[in-house]
């Protein structure tokens, strides 16, 4: 085994040992996957100060997300799939992160279901939710996220349609892989997955089995979302599945300060200023460059998380200096969980908690919320770099 000490490390071992269908899967953006690399650029381009001389002695990461408290500001990005990146994927990478002591979110397009994760973690996590066409399905998963114990309602709004990924397309994406001479040829090269799979608890859609007969066999799962997601969610209907819920809303996909503002205006709890990691709208700015201006919308009226393009602590450090108040990792726990399961996700999370923790005492602050934009050298057209 080699010696692991980053994340890029762990992504390595995760393509050798998953197949490449589901690899592609996590890291293939949209269509030209320019969104896709702004988002790690894009924090590139920002600078650290460095600080010396200062008492660094006594740190500490701990912090509050909606109102719960958190080892550190970062929590499991929803992500669909999941267990088929590695046999239990979900209840394993809930396990890392409860024993963590971040918070790990559910995706609708999960393979365990919310009662078996519910089941495997004894603690409660939060449910990310996709509206579909069919109302009462929405209900009964909403009921079910309730009976679970789930502490929070994550609502996703940037993917009623599918962004077009070029790589699953071709690969005929579908959970269990479908058996062509080609997926054959690939998975006879990654037998210690499918072994692994073999005593998997669900290699289906946990979630929504039985909604749609057959789902597993979707030859493209893009054709079955946009036949089944609801196209006409708007405004009022977020505040009646809120209002539905009854407990924390947080709104995922915000990329623009008026959608911000409506987000406010229907009272959710928190907002993800989020482009899917690349995955919808290609073309659309980094969520870090969006950060300033949602910020200055309505940052002191809620709560204001980041997700897309973070890979280390020090991606964290400065989302976080930048004003966000937690942030979401995706294909950074998924390149743990690919590469060895449960152990993978809590390496993913300690070498991220290791880059934040070393990064802050380097910048000379001693606890996440000490960090501001006096930590961070940002370029000159950071901001106006394009015009609305
Ligand atoms: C493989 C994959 C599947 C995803 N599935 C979902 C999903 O089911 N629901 C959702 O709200 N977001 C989903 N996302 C988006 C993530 O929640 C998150 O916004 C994104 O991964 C952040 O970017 P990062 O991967 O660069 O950290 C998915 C992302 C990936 C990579
Ligand atoms: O792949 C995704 O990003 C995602 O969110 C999704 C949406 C519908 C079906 C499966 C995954």
């Known amino acids: 085994m080699p010696v692991i000490t980053n994340i890029d490390d762990l992504k390595r071992i995760y393509q050798r040992r998953v197949p490449r269908m589901f690899f592609d ?19 590139e381009a920002i600078r650290l100060r460095q600080r010396v001389a200062v008492d660094m002695s006594g ?30 994927g979900e209840i394993k990478a809930a396990r890392a992160a ?3 002591g971040v918070p790990f979110t559910l995706s609708t397009m999960s393979i365990n279901s919310i009662e078996d994760v519910a089941e495997a973690t004894g603690a409660p996590f939060w449910f990310q939710l996709y509206t579909m ?12 996220a309730k009976d679970a114990g789930c502490s929070a309602l994550v609502i996703t709004l940037d993917l009623q349609i599918l962004g077009q990924r070029h ?16 997926t054959i040829a690939n998975l006879a090269t990654k037998w210690a997955w499918g072994i692994g799979m073999l005593g998997a608890k669900r290699r289906e859609f946990g979630n929504i089995v039985g909604h749609v007969e057959g789902i597993s066999d979707a030859s493209s799962l893009g054709a079955w979302t946009n036949e089944q997601f609801d196209l006409t969610l708007d405004w009022a209907k977020i505040a009646k599945i809120k209002e539905q819920w009854g407990g924390k809303v947080i709104l995922k996909g915000i990329l623009d300060a008026e959608d911000a503002r409506m987000a406010l205006k229907v009272g959710a709890d928190a907002i993800v200023v989020s482009n899917h990691g690349g995955r919808q709208l290609d073309g659309a700015i980094s969520s870090i460059r969006a950060l300033p201006e949602i910020l200055e919308a309505v940052g002191d009226q809620i709560e204001v998380h980041l997700d897309s ?11 976080l200096a930048m004003g966000a108040k937690g942030v979401y990792i995706g294909r950074a726990f998924i390149y743990g969980l690919g590469a060895m399961g449960q152990p993978g996700v809590t390496r993913a999370l300690e070498i991220i908690h290791r880059e934040l923790d070393v990064t802050m005492a380097l910048c000379g602050e001693t606890s996440v919320q000490k960090l501001g934009r006096h930590n961070l050298l940002i370029p000159k057209d950071f901001r106006g770099k394009w015009e609305a």
């Open 167 to 182: 790589k699953d397309l071709k690969n005929g994406l579908s959970a269990p892989p479908k058996l062509t001479p080609k």
């Open 25 to 43: 899967y996590a890291e293939s953006g949209s269509w030209t996957e320019q969104t896709f690399r702004e988002n790690s650029s894009d924090f």
């Open 59 to 88: 740190r500490s990461t701990t912090s509050q997300m909606i109102g719960q408290d958190v080892a550190m500001p970062v929590a499991l990005a929803p992500v669909g799939l999941t267990g088929m990146q590695h046999a239990d």
């Open 98 to 100: 409860r024993d963590f």
């Open 133 to 144: 066409k069919d109302q009462d399905y929405v209900s009964r998963l909403i009921q079910r």
């Open 309 to 319: 393009g973070i890979r280390s602590g020090q991606d964290v450090l400065k989302a």
